[in-house]
């Protein structure tokens, strides 16, 4: 095509793939779309972009964080109903970043509200060998043989973040990890870890852990000291916004919170790089202020905060540098 003066107007099929890439690049800077959801857009354009965005660079990190499903909860399992619509397009978007990823993604973030499909997960665990960094999408719809099936593709995996989860989820989850995933070092968990039971399986099963984050978690006295004494190469430890029990919450009876750490836990934690809380102690360490809104949330929540209730993306923050999206 020319223009009146001469000059020839170029084809979009034409640009350089320097060029390229960096319009392509610059998708993980716009803040309300998803960085996958506008490469899949731009792979269907002409098949020199779609080539263009096969390059390995643009995939080491998958991040799905700003998809979310339209969904209603229910009574009955899965205790959610998809929108077909939404699950559409989370199905489409995975699949064709799995395609021009070519095997390469070592980060895959999911957004707390998405509800992966059992066969959609382990369609994309066998897709993800290299995977080193997973954030977790809900439970809900993922079967115990596809959260075994999945783990063992992940031979590589080092660091996870889950929701809240059930016991015979995490049971499973920490086996098939001690068994396949012999670098695993990082574990960021947001739900209940009120129980000795629960953190004695962790000690169990991570005991190479080294970052550990139950922010926003409801924890046990108890538990908190296993995890101190059980995990020997333990570095970092957040308990931020926490609701730390006296002792194991018993349905229908209140709780007893523990407002100010002894120092006995005190004591455990000072061998640690860096002890995380909210809470006060005998000793100052790194203690955040006294009031704080979102220890307030995690204890009108009873322990699980219900993340769609607050600021948008509340959930990916953290005082681990390592652990924050």
Known sequence: MEWE????LGRWEDLSTD???????????VSDLSSAVEKVHCSAVCSAWRSALCDPHLYHTLDLSMIKHNFIKTKDEPYVYVCSHSDLTLSRVLKVSLSLSHQNITTLIFNLQ???PD??????????????????PSWNKIKIDGISKAIGCWKHLESLTIGNIEKYQYLTLLQVIDYNCKNFRELKLMGTCDTYSFASVMVRYLPKLEVLSLRCSMLSKDALMVILEGLPNLEVLNISHCVVLDETHQPHQPFRIVEELDASIVDKASRLKRFI???RMP???????????????????????????????MWKADEVASLAL
């Open 19 to 29: 060029i390229l890439w960096k319009i392509f690049e610059s998708f993980n800077d």
């Open 5 to 8: 003066d001469g000059k020839t």
């Open 277 to 279: 809380t909210c809470m």
């Open 119 to 136: 066969d959609l997960f382990t369609y994309t665990a066998e897709r993800c060998p290299k995977l080193r960094r997973l954030v977790m």
């Open 114 to 116: 998405l509800y992966v």
């Open 283 to 313: 000793t100052a360490m790194h203690v955040q202020e006294d009031s704080c809104s979102i220890c307030q949330r995690t204890r009108n929540d009873e322990g699980i905060i219900r993340w769609h209730r607050y600021e948008e993306g």
